[in-house]
Every structure is written in structure tokens, then in C-alpha cells.
């Protein structure tokens, strides 16, 4: 039949238009193409599941506490110590792309075997979940229980022994990371930055040159406060299908020992953070501590102390109230822009890679000193714990000279999480390092968690100069050499999770 075509006839069936009329496969190529190119659409189907869950890690006898150098035995319990898990999965469709499960633990670090004793747990119970993507970190709070053999000297009945309570910690643990893992559901996630005056530099430097951490200020030979401070706080949100806040995790260069010095349980700054937040976001607002890189940095005063003690005094609040209230300030800041812009498609990339740092080096200078200060600690058998910190720079001497030493083995994890790097390390990290990181990485905002092992410090260039605790060989298995190693390897892996293909 011969089609027919006069002024009258419709547009779009005219021989003309069918001929200039692109085909459906043609459109669909060109949409695609443009949606590739358009900043801020979605270019796949990669939706991120988030869960999490908080458990007490609160031990119900008396306990050793850990952080100190003298023994301590808990006498009540202030507040909860607690651990949050955070769940994160991408997928696109039924095909995982990555997983990691985070626990943030209101300990003073995560001691050896702690994370091995944790995977064993869940092994079994969460099959579809990598292990090896389980990441334990602390706030190095000064009133947890003790997690290590033989630290202290203790009572042999009345307390739950380490041992006893690292059992309890781990299944506890656990059961959250677990619950957390099988709860998760399609989420989104936001990132913000704001400024807190909680770190500040604990490490007084004089004229001569040496420097000590929590030194007088109001000496004549004081000349001023060794390093930088990081008042940065980078922070994650959380949200669920039905557009509810569940979860934020916290990162703050600051380890949380203002109330380090009592013989209670208490979680320190952290807790009335959490409160806080809590009684206006719902109290299963799940809430995770993590430390920046603050080996020098803590909540104390060094100078100015009078006038900050009564400004606090006058707003009537205690100084963990007063540390929360610039925390939470800076949370509510940051909220404002983050919940602008909330991901759901977001790249998630996590690498664990274990990397070798170089062992400090012990002169024989200080060995000659260890031996005489081990000389005068041993009158006193309460010296026990320094005892102990002297004698175990005399065996890695041994090993040193023998040339039987190994390097440090640590495991490190970096995540991208959309426009978000986080990377961690074991230790005590002078902030240096972390500044060093975060201004070298790749991404839009980066998280440094520290503490995410058994700890000891690493103290920058300018620390080990300046010597003093938390600089000098008793305080470190690692020096500022291993701690430059650690961060041209956080460096490049970070770099990766944006290179890589």
C-alpha cells in the first residue's frame, strides 16, 4: 500500500520527521553518555547498607585501671565505658563491592590479640563478612579496665583479672559488630568539618632545649609550647532509609583523659558528648570517638588555667561538660552543611595492607641509664610498672646488639568513603604526622585514627630533640624515622583508593 502525505497530514507521520527521528538505541547511548558527564548524577547502581550498634563494655566487679604508672583499682563506676560498631557495605545490585565494620571502644588502647580474639567470634556467625576488615580503635580513656598481663601489680581476689576481662571485652564486641553487620540497610552518609578548643600541646619546651611533657609554664626558663595543635573535628552522618539520623562518628585529635588521674570507670568527655547528643537526636543515636593523631595533645590546661577555671565556674558547668558543650557545637556546625548533601551511591574502597616500621635505635647511653634507674626502682617494689617500662628497653637492647630485632609489623587500614579518606595506625601518633597526612591526601576531608592497636608513642623530629615521656626510648618501640615510614605509607595507600582502577 502506498502511504499518502498531503499539508493536512499529522507532523509526526510524515516520511520527513521518521527520517530525522533518532533511534531508541541511539537515545538510550547519548543519555547514558551525558549522565556520565553530568557532576552529582548517579552513574550505577551501587547503593551504600549502614548498621551499627552500642553495648556496654562495663566490667560488673572492681577492675585494675589502665593509664597510669601506679596501680589503680576501680572503686565505682562513673559513667559507662562502651563500644559502638559501625557497619558499612556498597553493592551494586546482589554484587558486593565492599565491606568494613568499624568499633569504636572506650578503652585506653586495643592491647595484642584483642582483634584477633574479636574475628574469631564472628567468623562463623557472619559468613558474607571479610574479618580481615574488622577495625578496633580506642579513645584512650585513662579509666577503662586494664587489658594486658603483668602491667600492674595486683590483688589477688576482690577484681576481674585482665585476662578475665579481655574475654568479656571480646565477646561483647562481638555480639555488636555482629548485630550491627546483620542490620545494616540502605543508608546515606554526609561529611562535615568543624573547630573545638579541646586539644591543646602538653609538652613544655625551656631554654636549654629539652622539653617535658605537662612541664611549668610559669618558670622564668620557659620558652613555649612545642607543636601544633589540631582543632579540627571531622565528622561522619549517618542516616537511614527513612531520612532518620542514626549514627555519627567523630574524629578529634584529642585522646579523652581529662578525669584521667580517678579510681572509677568512666568513659571521660566522651560520655557527656554522647548525653548530649543523644537527648536531641534519639537515644539510639549510635556515636563513635575517634582519635586523631595526638600523641602531644590532650585536654589539659598548660597555661591560662585561672581564668579558664572560672569562666567554667561562672557557666556552671564541670570541665567535662565544658569539653562536650565545644564538641557538640562544632557536631551541630558541621551538621548544618553536611545534611545539604546527603550520598547514597557513594564509593566505598577499603585496603588493609600490614606495613613494617623501623625499630628506634637504643644507644648505649641510655642503656647505662636504664641500668641505674632500675637500680634505684628496685628498693621499692611498688614501683612495679616502671620497673617493667626500664627493663623492657634493656631486652630490645639485647635483641639490638644480638641483630635478632624485627621491625614493627603493623596493620593499616584505609577507607574511602565518596569524598572521604580515613587511615589508621596503632600508636600514640604526635599530630605532626596526622597534619602531615591530611594536607598530602588525596581527598576532600580525612580522617587519622589513632590508638587502632596496642599503642606506644611516636615522636615527631622536633619531640625526640626535645626528649622528655612520650619522647624518649622507654616511651617508644618506634621512633620519628618509623614515624615518617608510617606516614609515606598512609600516604600512598591513600593515594590509591583514588588511582587504582
Not at 73 to 102: F, W
Not at 140 to 152: D, F, G, K, L
Not at 229 to 248: A, I, P, Q, S
Request: net charge neutral; charged share 25%; hydrophobic share 40%.
Amino acid at each position: 500500500m502506498t502511504a499518502h502525505w498531503s499539508y493536512n497530514t499529522p507532523l509526526e507521520e510524515s516520511p520527513l520527521y521518521c527520517l530525522l527521528q533518532p533511534s531508541r538505541k541511539f537515545i538510550e547511548v547519548i543519555t547514558a553518555s551525558l549522565l556520565l558527564l553530568l557532576p552529582g548524577l548517579p552513574c550505577c547502581a551501587t547503593v551504600l547498607y549502614v548498621g551499627g550498634q552500642t553495648i556496654s563494655i562495663t566490667p560488673e566487679q572492681p577492675v585494675a585501671l589502665s593509664g597510669q604508672m601506679g596501680t589503680r583499682i576501680s572503686q565505682k563506676v562513673e559513667n559507662p565505658v562502651t563500644a559502638t560498631a559501625l557497619a558499612l557495605e556498597s553493592r551494586d545490585g546482589n554484587k558486593v563491592l565492599d565491606q568494613a565494620i568499624m568499633v569504636a571502644c572506650d578503652l585506653v588502647a586495643i592491647r595484642e590479640g584483642i582483634v584477633e580474639m574479636v574475628r574469631q567470634r564472628i567468623q562463623g556467625r557472619l559468613p558474607d563478612f571479610d574479618v580481615d576488615k574488622l577495625v578496633l580503635s580506642a579513645t584512650h580513656t585513662h579509666t577503662a579496665p586494664v587489658t594486658r598481663e603483668n602491667s600492674y601489680r595486683l590483688p589477688i581476689d576482690g577484681i576481674m583479672p585482665p585476662k578475665e576481662y579481655v574475654e568479656f571485652l571480646a565477646d561483647r564486641v562481638a555480639d555488636a559488630s555482629v548485630e550491627a553487620w546483620q542490620t545494616r540497610k540502605p543508608g546515606t552518609v554526609g561529611w562535615g568539618l568543624g573547630y573545638a578548643a579541646v586539644a591543646l600541646n602538653r609538652r613544655s619546651v625551656y631554654a636549654d632545649g629539652q622539653a617535658q611533657m605537662y612541664g611549668a609554664t610559669h618558670t622564668d626558663n620557659f620558652r613555649g609550647i612545642e607543636g601544633y595543635e589540631d582543632h579540627g573535628v571531622e565528622v561522619l552522618y549517618f542516616w537511614d532509609e527513612k531520612d532518620r539520623l542514626m549514627g555519627t562518628a567523630i574524629n578529634i585529635a584529642c585522646p579523652s583523659q581529662e578525669v584521667e588521674g580517678r579510681s572509677a570507670i568512666n568513659a571521660d568527655f566522651w560520655h557527656p558528648v554522647r548525653e548530649s547528643l543523644r537527648k536531641k537526636y534519639g537515644d539510639d543515636l549510635l556515636v563513635l570517638g575517634w582519635t586523631g593523631a595526638a600523641g602531644d595533645q590532650s585536654p589539659h590546661l598548660m597555661f591560662r588555667k585561672q581564668a579558664e577555671e572560672r569562666m567554667r565556674k561562672l557557666r556552671g558547668l564541670s570541665r567535662l561538660e565544658d569539653i562536650a558543650r565545644r564538641i557538640v557545637i562544632a557536631w551541630e556546625e558541621a551538621y548544618e552543611g553536611a545534611r545539604q548533601e546527603r550520598n547514597s551511591g557513594v564509593v566505598l574502597v577499603h585496603k588493609v595492607k600490614t606495613i613494617e616500621l623501623p625499630l628506634r635505635k637504643i644507644t648505649d647511653q641510655e642503656i647505662v641509664a636504664m641500668k641505674a634507674a632500675l637500680t634505684s626502682l628496685s628498693k621499692d617494689p611498688h614501683n612495679h610498672t616502671l620497673i617493667r617500662w626500664h627493663q623492657r628497653v634493656i631486652d630490645r637492647h639485647e635483641l639490638q646488639r644480638a641483630k635478632t630485632s624485627a621491625p614493627y609489623q603493623m596493620e593499616l587500614h584505609a577507607l574511602r568513603l565518596g569524598d572521604v579518606a580515613i587511615a589508621t595506625n596503632s600508636f600514640e601518633l604526635f599530630t605532626d604526622f596526622g597534619i602531615q597526612m591530611k594536607a598530602r591526601s588525596p581527598a576532600l576531608q580525612t580522617f587519622i585514627i589513632q590508638l587502632a592497636g596496642p599503642g606506644s608513642y611516636i615522636p615527631s623530629e622536633r619531640g625526640a630533640r626535645g626528649g622528655g615521656y612520650s619522647a624518649i626510648v622507654q616511651s617508644n618501640l618506634v621512633g620519628a624515622e618509623g614515624g615518617q615510614v608510617l606516614t609515606e605509607h598512609t600516604v600512598e595507600i591513600l593515594n590509591s583508593l583514588w588511582t587504582d582502577k
